[in-house]
């Protein structure tokens, strides 16, 4: 643990300083601590009421969780409230450069943010009925299915990048956020149907089939019965999926021109 935080900590020390005291030659351990290079980030310009947008912010942020509390005492439905918290978080980082003039790192910020939960959304809602559907499935052909699934995604990413900037240049979509978020869930779309599937396979078919003699539909006892004991897997499975695509560099610089994420983008910060 202490060989692996190391860096990190020293790297965020380093931000805290100027950039004399971060290029000496002796290494600096007692400083007084500076967030200009955050600012310079992330804003043109420091606005006049800076501290004001932040206590709103921070605001919203308290109320959010509140609701959510609140929320189920009330028995509001759980999948209501984490899409309302959700929307709200997205509109209110959508709304940031109506107050405060960002810089282009904000930019990248909000095109990872818009990549990643759109890859993650496509992926899982793929990858369950996929996934679901071959844990049912008792035949070879299944199996064969998984095996070609797992060998395409084993696949160079220039053997992804090629085709899609092809299609992306005939279509108009090339450096758009909705060109990259297909390119990414269609190649992390194996392994996300790989993990669900086993998570599907745990599950026995009694309790679907006691829900199909109650009347129940197969979907209906997918949604209703099955998806609710899958939480767990799906969870662990979006999160495996949102480190993968939050990584991901060479499919999005070649799919893009300027409208980068931040894999891509800190690599003009490097030097």
Not at 169 to 181: K, R, T
Not at 196 to 225: H, Q, T, Y
Request: glycine share 4%; charged share 15%; hydrophobic share 55%.
């Amino acid at each position: 643990v202490i060989y692996n935080s190391v860096p990190f900590v020293w790297t965020f020390l380093q931000s805290l300083k100027t950039k004399k005291q971060a290029n000496s030659r002796t290494p600096l351990f007692w400083f007084e601590p500076t967030f200009e290079q955050y600012s310079e980030l992330w804003l043109e310009k420091v606005p006049e009421n800076f501290l004001v947008l932040v206590y709103t912010l921070i605001a919203i942020l308290i109320t959010l969780f509140l609701f959510s509390v609140i929320g189920k005492k009330l028995s509001i439905s759980s999948v209501a409230i984490r899409l309302i918290i959700l929307g709200t978080i997205v509109l209110m980082l959508l709304s940031i450069p109506l107050f405060v003039k960002t810089a282009e790192f904000y930019d990248y910020f909000v095109n990872t943010m818009i990549v990643a939960i759109g890859t993650v959304i496509i992926s899982i809602g793929i990858a369950s009925l996929s996934g679901y559907a071959l844990s049912r499935y008792l035949g070879i052909a299944g199996v064969i299915l998984i095996i070609l699934a797992l060998a395409f995604r084993s696949l160079p990413r220039m053997a992804f990048g090629l085709p899609y900037f092809w299609m992306g240049q005939i279509s108009g979509l090339y450096d758009s956020n909705f060109l990259v978020i297909i390119a990414l869930a269609a190649v992390n779309q194996p392994f996300a149907i790989y993990m669900l599937r086993s998570f599907f396979k745990d599950i026995p078919r009694e309790i679907e089939e006691a829900a199909m003699v109650d009347g129940a539909s197969r979907f209906e006892a997918f949604i209703k019965v099955i998806v609710p004991i899958m939480w767990p897997g799906i969870i662990t499975t979006s999160l495996f999926t949102l480190v993968l695509v939050y990584h991901e560099f060479l499919l999005v610089r070649i799919l893009t021109l300027k409208n980068w994420t931040l894999a891509v983008a800190m690599q003009q910060y490097l030097g």
